[in-house]
Structures are given as structure tokens and as C-alpha cells.
């Protein structure tokens, strides 16, 4: 009887070591910390065969990113001031480990790919420029450095990618079906009917920090903040942008759904080679924008 | 040399930790039966602050659901007897045994209803499930903004007319402000505490169960007026007592 109730009482100590352990690297790394992480194995990123090492990363980031970001890569660097949202986003906390551009759940890490990508994409409307200048293994010890600034990379694993059958032909129905998702989840009440970015709630839209933010206008010709091929689209309405009032739809639009609402969101954007078929159809079709209910 | 005197000192803390954790193991009393409540009530003094009625014109729907009955912010809900609701009452200090850590299996419900979060504000234990729902017919996004160096990661998903409940818990204790992007006004909290937990209800009265006999530290909060608190005992058939008064300015 004793010795039972002895064993499950160093089952329970040792559980709370763990959670002793655990609490202990929580908060704010200290600078003695992020050096051992900075010297430790951890300290890279994997893009298919490239290895980051984030140590390499330091002179490029002084050089290129210090700016905005920081030297403690908390966004405030010394020109963060003169950035005045919505116009010019606030730049990335990366002490955070808060990234809109994912292509995981909600909530979670992005993966190395992901941050690998944003970095060359750069962020279109701010002062995030396209930084297809550096080498590919720049990016990569760039992705590395960056994951150096918040604790969440040593407590946590990037979250799983979400899945993305592959695309559909595009038809008349798949564009008249993505109509009726883009009514049925009300993305209308920001971005408008007619995807202009003046629905009713979209002057009062506010990012995590509280600073002002606006909605993708899909007519004016600007390039999603998360990029603009088809897969990109999908990704960014399923994952939503994190930090900013985008929510994730992965709940609520089957991922059939999904590629006719990608479908119906290209007709919005103005001619172009890549959405030239989707603006045919919905010419034939004469679409007319969704009612707000 | 330095890293050795670190990892000796290390081993010797929690090598204090773990024979103290095992002397508490062995004290412990294997019966739970003898398990008492806190009771009290929360009142404010002054003249209760005006609260703003809220403009809902943005979404017609909304409008429609308090069509012959206004709605008010809730940052501050006073009744008539001056009792103040919405107060998150929690033990914060004393908790030895099992009560804190054990997780309650009950899975507490906030809803958006009439643009609205039912309730304003929710309590919960850490690890506990609950979920989010909507009654609506019109899409919302619960969006809970917790500081991601605590351990809770903020997120944010949308839930249309008919969407399925989320169904999840918070890591660590910690006031977590959530809101709805797309209905500005729609603002509340996600109380997390670690142990037994009450909230004040109309008339400001609370009851947290499930406390074994004990003196405590209770701590009410109140998401605009802060916190207070109180020295608690509660003894074998003896529910302790606490009363809190909130000062307007």
C-alpha cells in the first residue's frame, strides 16, 4: 500500500521537475542565453537541402535588417519610428514568434520554408522590400537568426504544414461556388463585395498591437501580403495572417471549397495573365458582387 | 569552473525541491471528502462609471438582436444593491495539494450571442478545455491576444453562421483580452488562473468550491479596477469568508 502510493508519488515529482525544468525557459531569453543557443546545434534552418547556420547570419543582419528590426530583432530599430501604420507597418517583433506569412495552422510556428520564402517575397504595401539579393544560403542563415530571437523556437515545433490538395480545373461552377463561400463566410464585411477593401467593418481594423491596418483590396492592382500564386491565396485565408485581424477559415471551408473561393477571389483582381481565365468566366457567367445580408 | 559550480548548485536546489515535494507526498491526507468553499461577495463604492451604449449600425444583424433593448459596454457592470459582477475571484497563494494542480473536467462555454460575448468575461483553470461558440448569423472571428512570452499563443479563426465550436485550452495562467476584429465592440476575457476559481455574479456574490481546509490568499479581479486581496481561512465544515469593495474614481 505504502510503496504504491510511494511510486506514484515520485511519478508526480518527476513530473514536476519537468514543469519545474520547463517554466525555468520560458520569458524573455537573456543575452547569456541566446548566445548558448546561438552556439548550439539548434541553431539552424532546413530548406530541402540547405542547411542555415544562424552565427553566419550576424553581419548580414547588421548589415541589411538592423534597421527595422533591430539589433534585439524586437522591431525597433532606429528607422521603426518613422514608420507610421497603416500605411507602413510597425516592422516584425521577432521576439514574439508572431509571423503572418505561414503555411501552418493558426497559432503555431511557421516552418524554415516559410520565413525563407517571406524574406525573398518581401511584403508588399510596407517597407519590406523584395530581398531576392541574397544567395539562397544567406536566406537560409538569415531564417536561422531570426528563430534566435524568441524563446517559442526552443519550447516549440513549428506546427504541421496544412494540406493542399492539388489544384482543380477551373470551371463556370467552381467560380459561382467560390462566390457563394466568399458570401457564406462573410468575407465581404472587410474586404468589401466587390473586394475593394471598404466593407463595414474595415475601417476600424486593428493589428495585435493595436496599431491601424487595412484590408486587402484585391482591385487595385497590389500583390497579397503573403503572395499571389494560387497556392499562396489558399494558404493565407485557410492559415490566416497571423498578428493581424485576418482570421484562419480552415474550420469552415472544406478544401474543395477552398480552390473555388480562390477562384472566385482572382476574378476581383484586375486583368492579368494569371487570373485571365477566372475574369473571362465570371464575364460569361455576368457575375454581379455577392448581396451583404 | 564556473559551469561546474552552476550545475552543483543546480543539483543541490533541486535535489531541496524533490525531498521537499516527497515529505509533502507522504503528509498528504488521503481523503479529499473534507472539502470546504470560499464565499463571499464583491460591492462598489461610489457612483457606478456611465457605460457607453453600443453603436452596432456596422452590422445590421447585430442591430436587430437588441432592436427594444440597448446594450452597454461591460467593463464595469454594477447592479442596483452595488454588487459588481464579472469580478474573477482565484486563490493565489496557499494551494499545496492536489486541488492545484487537478483540472477541472467541467468544459466552460463562451458564446457570441447578439454580437455579444456570453459571458463578458469567462474563467478557467490552465489546461482546462472550454469552448468557443456562436449563436449568430452573422460571422465573427475570436481573436484572444494573450502575450506570446507567457507560454499562450495568440490566434485568431473565423466562425461563420453554423461553424462548428473550438474546443481548447490556455498553458498558463494569465487575463487574456480576446475580441472580434470584424465588431470592434466586441471585447472580453479569458480569466485563466491555476485552482479553484469563481466569478461574481449580479448581486456580486461568489462561491469558489473545492477548497480543503487551510489559510489562503484570495485574489478578485477586476479587468479595469485590478486586483485586491484577501487573507482566507477555511477550517473542517467551516467555509471561509471573504468580501471585496471596489472604489470608483
Known sequence: ?293 | MKKTQYSKFAAILSMLVLVGLGALCLNQTVSAAAEGSIAGTVKFSGTAPHMRGIDMSKDPYCVKQHENSPVNLENIVVGSDGGLQNVVLYISDGLTGNEATAVPSTQPTFDQKGCQYIPHVLAMDADQKFQVISSDQTTHNIHPLPNAMTGNIPWNKSQPPGAPPIVTSWKTPEMISVKCNIHPWMHGYFAVVKGPYATSDKSGAYTIHGVPPGSYTVTAWQEELGTQTAKVTVAAGKPGSADFTFKGK
Open chain 1, 1 to 293: 500500500m505504502r510503496s504504491k502510493s510511494f511510486l506514484r508519488c515520485s511519478w508526480l515529482m518527476s513530473a514536476a521537475a519537468v514543469v519545474a525544468l520547463s517554466l525555468s525557459a520560458r520569458a524573455q531569453l537573456s543575452t547569456v542565453q541566446q548566445q548558448e543557443w546561438l552556439n548550439s546545434p539548434a541553431a539552424t534552418s532546413h530548406i530541402g537541402n540547405i542547411t542555415g547556420n544562424a552565427k553566419a547570419a550576424a553581419p548580414v543582419y547588421r548589415r541589411y535588417c538592423v534597421g527595422c528590426h533591430g539589433e534585439l530583432g524586437d522591431g525597433n530599430g532606429e528607422v521603426a519610428q518613422w514608420l507610421q501604420p497603416p500605411m507602413y507597418p510597425k516592422p516584425r517583433d521577432f521576439q514574439l514568434g508572431i509571423f503572418k506569412c505561414r503555411s501552418t495552422p493558426t497559432g503555431t510556428l511557421p516552418t524554415d520554408q516559410d520565413l525563407f520564402d517571406t524574406i525573398a517575397r518581401g511584403l508588399d504595401r510596407s517597407s519590406m522590400p523584395i530581398w531576392n539579393t541574397f544567395t539562397k544560403d544567406e536566406r537560409a542563415d538569415l531564417v536561422a537568426w531570426i528563430k534566435h530571437f524568441s524563446p517559442r523556437w526552443q519550447n516549440e515545433k513549428a506546427g504541421t504544414p496544412i494540406q493542399i490538395p492539388p489544384e482543380p480545373e477551373i470551371t463556370p461552377e467552381r467560380v459561382k461556388a467560390g462566390q457563394e463561400v466568399f458570401g457564406r463566410v462573410q468575407c465581404w464585411k472587410c474586404h468589401g463585395v466587390q473586394g475593394m477593401a471598404n466593407g463595414p467593418s474595415a475601417s476600424t481594423l486593428t493589428d495585435d498591437l493595436g496599431a491601424p491596418i487595412w484590408p486587402y483590396n484585391f482591385t487595385d492592382g497590389s500583390r497579397p501580403k503573403c503572395g499571389n500564386t494560387d497556392r499562396d491565396l489558399y494558404k493565407i485565408f485557410m492559415t490566416g495572417l497571423d498578428g493581424t485581424p485576418m482570421p484562419s477559415f480552415v474550420d469552415n471551408i472544406k478544401p474543395d471549397e477552398a480552390w473555388d473561393l480562390v477562384f472566385y477571389l482572382r476574378t476581383l483582381q484586375p486583368h492579368n495573365a494569371f487570373n485571365a481565365k477566372e475574369r473571362q468566366i465570371a464575364k460569361q457567367l455576368g457575375l454581379k458582387p455577392v448581396s451583404p445580408q
